[in-house]
């Protein structure tokens, strides 16, 4: 089965542009989420989408955004890029099976993440 | 406002020796969870908690979830090289999920 994959990799902007991730989850999983990690911040939640609707949600300004598509691909959209916008971006995508005692079980998977560095 | 507090932020461990790592939040969650991440490297998902009383294991590391107390461990039992990486926990609540620190974990021979 193919991992979570995340385009680009690597990405150089300047102050002021904007800026769209892509991420492409596992094949069945229908919920995607999202994560900013810097050295300063740490790591921070964007939000969380399932089957095309916004689920949970961060404290970021509204200048973050996303959204998913029908296959489940989801994309993270940054406008107005400032400099503490630069950052390790991850996606993850997961599953919910039932458990062998009968409870809900969530897998996490995380893609490589996507180095944003806004100059 | 949900706020994760993890401690220690830093533990140095000699190979065999067990440990446990604390992660408290301050308002009610619905989930929780434990990562690791080696360095340059992205998350990778250890544990999903989802009730009071939760317990999952996987190797050498078990996690536990206590409601009551906002209270979720992480414990290392008999301590390898392999496990040094840094460990995340991060509680879910009211729609909006928050991150510990990390706390680096060095396992010496």
């Known amino acids: 089965k193919a991992g979570v994959t995340q385009t680009p990799r690597y990405l150089i902007k300047t102050r002021g542009q904007q800026v769209t991730l892509s991420c492409s989850p596992i094949?069945?999983?229908?919920?995607v989420s999202w994560y900013q990690q810097t050295p300063g911040q740490g790591l921070q939640f964007l939000f969380e989408?399932?089957?095309?609707?916004?689920?949970n949600k961060g404290n970021f300004p509204g200048r973050f955004s996303g959204r998913q598509f029908s296959n489940s691909r989801s994309e993270m959209n940054v406008s107005t890029l400032e400099l503490g916008d630069s950052a390790l971006y991850l996606c993850?995508?997961?599953?919910?099976?039932?458990?062998?005692?009968?409870?809900?079980?969530?897998?996490?998977?995380f893609g490589p993440g996507t180095r944003l560095l806004v100059l | 406002e949900l706020k994760v507090e993890q401690n220690p932020l830093f533990l140095s461990m000699q190979e065999g020796k067990n440990y446990t790592i604390y992660c408290n939040y301050s308002?009610?969650?619905?989930?929780l969870y434990w990562y690791r991440q080696d360095p340059g490297k992205s998350l990778e998902s250890l544990f999903v908690?989802?009730?009071?009383?939760a317990v999952k294991q996987e190797g050498r590391l078990m996690a536990s979830l206590d409601t009551k107390a906002r209270l979720s461990t992480l414990h290392i039992t008999a301590a390898v090289h392999d496990l040094s990486a840094t460990y995340f926990c991060a509680a879910l609540g009211r729609g909006d999920m928050r991150f510990g620190a990390g706390t680096r974990l060095t396992v010496k021979p």
């Open positions: 993850a995508s997961s599953s919910q099976t039932l458990g062998t005692s009968g409870g809900v079980q969530e897998t996490q998977y």
């Open positions: 308002t009610t969650s619905d989930r």
């Open positions: 908690l989802l009730s009071n009383g």
């Open positions: 989408y399932f089957s095309e609707t916004q689920r």
């Open positions: 094949s069945g999983h229908r919920s």
